[in-house]
């Protein structure tokens, strides 16, 4: 029987020093492995010159090194950009590239679907089929990366992840790629710049804070248990209450903040009152709080409010000393907007 590759791109630092220790080798040829792995252009073994030529071959013997190639790409007339990705089983995951004056975001994806069913959302809609990998979450910045640099799009500089999932409910695989997205030797990005979103699961946030310092995103959508209830079925499980006293407790640094995702639904969480009611609920809890249009769905239940009954909402939380900002949403006319990826062509080949 054929032995199964290992996929070095599963594996962050520690692991790689396991992995090479386990074919007889010392610790710091992990680390020189990480240095090399996440390289533009470095997709073969024989390609890490300080490593000895029987090594290289071993390791050819013992391991791969995966990547996405020739993801379907689609340009928004705004400037951004969303990426479907074709995984090793047939399903498609999306990311989308967000760039900006000073910054270029990528929103990542951490599961092929959703199991979460916020109804608002087409990602929900479409169920959940599985957690994404390590390997499979690093790929999409690395591929977008290339991508960049192939077309002179200049380079990454934030990520989100608040594509396709619920990070926190696949936080063992999210943690390993965090820990090689910040790593040096790895990707190298700077944890201010990367937003981990839940819509949440109270127990995994407090994990994710013991373990890393990356920001927290909680999308709130609601300012009571029984409007949440009826958005986001995960109310159910952990109220408002129990969500906002983990928010408090959540570790940050000293100027950093808790960003609040609240997609205004018309008639339904849009009202002067709401707004009242939301800055009681976030008293106390160093926030910033974005405000987001209902981008289109298939569900014709849920519409947007206008823009001034937004500028009204604003006006109110602004007034009870909240930073809040309308953010305006990107790639709409492609489906790649907040809520809109749904991964079209996500059923395996058969």
């Not at 500028?311 to 000393?321: A, E, P, T």
């Amino acid at each position: 029987m054929e032995q199964e590759l290992t996929d070095l791109k599963n594996l962050d630092q520690q692991g790689l020093i396991r992995f090479v220790e386990s074919l007889g080798q010392p610790a710091f040829r992990g680390r020189q492995i990480l240095a090399w792995l996440y390289r533009p252009g470095v997709t073969d073994f024989f390609q890490m010159t300080d490593l000895a030529r029987e090594f290289r071959a071993v390791l050819g013997r013992h391991a791969r090194i995966s990547r996405f190639t020739e993801p379907v790409v689609q340009q928004s007339r705004d400037g951004s950009a969303k990426f479907g990705f074709r995984l090793e089983d047939g399903f498609v995951i999306e990311s989308v590239l967000i760039p900006d004056e000073d910054r270029n975001t990528l929103c990542v994806s951490s599961q092929a679907g959703c199991a979460m069913g916020c109804r608002f959302c087409m990602t929900g809609s479409m169920g959940f089929t599985r957690n994404l990998q390590p390997a499979e979450i690093v790929n999409q910045v690395c591929a977008v990366r290339d991508w960049m640099l192939e077309y002179d799009r200049g380079r990454l500089t934030n990520l989100v992840f608040m594509g396709m999932g619920e990070p926190l409910a696949n936080l063992k695989n999210l943690l390993t790629a965090l820990s090689i997205l910040t790593e040096q030797r790895g990707l190298d990005f700077a944890s201010r710049r990367i937003t981990v979103s839940t819509c949440g699961l109270v127990p995994q946030m407090m994990e994710l804070g013991q373990a890393t310092d990356v920001n927290l995103a909680v999308s709130l959508h609601a300012a009571d248990d029984v409007t949440r209830s009826r958005l986001m079925p995960v109310n159910d499980r952990y109220p408002l209450a129990e969500l906002i006293e983990a928010c408090k407790k959540f570790p940050m640094k000293k100027r950093q903040r808790i960003m609040f995702e609240y997609t205004m639904l018309a008639g339904i969480n849009d009202s002067d009152e709401t707004a009242e009611k939301l800055a009681r609920l976030l008293r106390g809890v160093p926030s910033k709080i974005n405000l987001l249009a209902m981008n289109a769905t298939d569900n014709e239940e849920f519409r947007s409010p206008g823009r001034e009954r937004m500028l009204r909402f604003q006006q109110i939380l602004r007034r009870h000393g909240f930073s809040v900002f309308i953010r305006h949403s990107r790639g709409e006319d492609i489906l790649a907007a907040c809520g809109q990826l749904a991964g079209r062509h996500s059923s395996p080949p058969v």
